[in-house]
């Protein structure tokens, strides 16, 4: 544990590149998603994506490329805020549980668990002792993941101070994004030293071989999603091949008797 350096140190690459490339490349790796996704679908693997970062670093537009051409019904994606008055009092982990993939499904967390260690840690809605538990409790709940066979990928949005000014600055001047900015938004802000120690932490104690973390540098809209978008593909394709599987034979002995049909002809159906 603890191969990141601190997050302040991490550079960030802002070459643009060519937006002809970048959809090229983007619609390549959508695709080969899509081919994971029909492969956990026909084993019944199952995806935990969980997403955490600054504000305004990226996640949702992440999030939107990733389920962009997935199908539906087998991803969720959970928006996690403040516990609701039924998650109060209970482990701060048992939402959490509720929320993990069923067989075949893919559970995509915009923020996650780790708000125990980061903003109620930052905001003292829980004591020092219960916070520095946590980071044990959080490597045994993911341990207890991946032992389970759930593929889990953690990305770490990361962007400046001045890129995360200038983008929150950009939504307060459209109203089309007003929506996104809250009071709580400059709150986090006057604490960024704090929450650069409480990611530093982070890092050190919950970058495991299990569950590592992954840091995309993100003040390159594009450049981040892109590379944000090569690590689930590697992470999840790991042991899965980029042939599809053949037709079940069922289905097309199924077919032959109803249609006479064979594959690769180009039968008519009576």
Known sequence: M???????????????????????????????????????????????????????????????????TLEPKSVHVWRIGAPTPEEQG????????????????????????????????????????????????????????????????????????????????????????HYKVGVEDFRNLRRRKDYLAAFDDMLAKTDTSHAPWHVIASDDKRRARIEALKVVAKVLGRGVGTELPPLDPEVVEAARKLWDWKPGANTKTK
């Open 2 to 68: 603890g191969k990141w350096p601190s997050l302040d140190k991490i550079e960030m690459d802002n070459d643009p590149i060519d937006k002809d490339d970048y959809e090229d490349e983007q619609e390549k790796l959508q695709h080969r998603l899509l081919d994971l996704q029909v492969h956990n679908l026909r084993t019944g693997g199952r995806v935990l994506i969980a997403l955490d970062g600054w504000d305004a670093a990226g996640k949702g537009g992440l999030i939107e490329r990733i389920v962009g």
């Open 90 to 177: 209970r482990h701060y982990l048992w939402r959490f549980w509720n929320r993990l993939p069923a067989p075949g499904n893919w559970a995509i967390f915009d923020r996650t668990w780790y708000g125990r260690v980061l903003v109620e840690r930052i905001e003292g809605f829980c004591a020092k002792d219960v916070w520095k538990r946590a980071y044990r409790e959080i490597n045994e709940f993911e341990r207890q993941l991946t032992d389970d066979g759930v593929r889990v990928v953690k990305l770490l949005m990361h962007t400046s101070e001045e890129e995360q000014k200038k983008r929150i600055v950009s939504r307060m001047e459209n109203p089309k994004k």
